[in-house]
DNA sequence: TTGGGGTATGCAACTAGTTGCACAGCACGC
DNA sequence: GCGTGCTGTGCAACTAGTTGCATACCCCAA
């Protein structure tokens, strides 16, 4: 399971509280491993009690305390261990597909309008990407170490959702000429 | 969720036993949603509950009895309704990224071993897929309805692996000239 | 003849992830 | 002065997915 490593590489970088790494998690590190702020409470739980993680209670004026939690020796440990571990490719579950794979068993139509819808959704994100890498690394030529290893992760998310839109439009293309010959030669 | 729904897809394309669909999702329709044969059983058995599938059973010579599955109107009904639906984008896990982000925590050679083994294993499934598309379809303009989907799936899984494969070689080689550099202008 | 691999089903226990809700007060706009 | 949304934590109940094992018999090779 990688939410604990994830967490501790995000910790790393600046600590938080459940609260922020939530928020952390909807934009940067989120977009290549999603969770709830339900399971990180927990997470962060479970970590503080295997000492990976400790937590600094801050009390605030008028809201209940607040804990901020950085990594711990054990997490650090824990890390670097997890870091040479091979691990197995990741699991895929993509339902588009499915629809895709699916699409004659109901209205194709309708099918080609859902894959629209999420073309454009992956083209949004794409954007999104593509702005971070233009504003925060304009010369990739020079990073180094953590910097690079930041550029690099984002790198993937580019190419991701670019394989995405062009596979969108590759499947659009392909249902809407199939659907336009339906009375020919079927 | 999309497990029963991946399964009526592939019970619509051809009858089988839980045992038959745990190893079908080793193979093709598992390269996009991915399933234990545990998991299977248990869906089988909540699909038979709602009829969305009728189960046969069929006495075996020594071995006890299978149950072939094949998809029942409630069935058919179902995946006519989700494959309207509106689905979100898949969340997404991929632990590698989160390896290569946090690479600079431990030893970031051995996390571009970890790249390096990921890179091979998606050449390997990539030219799977290669042959298969090769084989199965020979001629993509002459395709029609299932079969065209069936390609267009096929296309979406080259796609992906494809371009895991070339952003493992952007990382391995930027990560190989840092550590190149590493007594140099950093 | 013994052990490994394939066909075939399934329970039990576990871990992981989701959804809905509750509390608590702040700031801001209408 | 009221509703909305943000910060912040967390319980409870649920659904989904994993792992290990058990049963049962087959075939084939060492």
């Known amino acids: 399971m990688a939410l604990e490593h994830a967490i501790l590489v995000s910790l790393d970088e600046r600590p938080g509280t459940g609260y ?30 295997l000492h990976w993680v400790t937590a600094e209670e801050v009390p605030q004026d008028g809201r209940p305390d607040k804990k901020v939690y950085r990594v711990d020796d054990g997490g650090r440990q824990e890390l670097r261990r997890w870091l040479e571990e091979a691990g197995e490719p990741a699991t895929i579950r993509h339902d588009l597909s499915v629809k895709v794979r699916g699409a004659s068993l109901g209205d194709p139509g309708k099918v ?25 690394f304009p010369d990739p030529s020079a990073l180094h170490g953590r910097r ?37 030669a079927r």
């Not at 859902?114 to 949004?124: G, L, T």
């Not at 249902?175 to 339906?182: F, G, I, P, S, V």
Request: glycine share 6%; aromatic share 8%.
């Open 20 to 49: 922020e790494l939530a928020r952390r998690f909807d934009k940067s590190i989120g977009f290549f491993w999603a969770a709830t702020h339900q399971q990180i409470y927990r997470t962060l739980k479970r970590m503080d009690e």
């Open 112 to 136: 080609a309008d859902e894959v629209a819808r999420h073309r454009d959704q992956h083209a949004e994100r794409l954007d999104v990407f593509r702005a971070i890498e233009k504003k925060d």
């Open 148 to 184: 690079l290893h930041q550029y690099l992760v984002l790198r993937g998310g580019i190419r991701a959702e670019q394989a995405l839109v062009e596979w969108c439009d590759e499947v659009l293309a392909a249902m809407r000429t199939d659907m336009r010959e339906d009375g020919g």
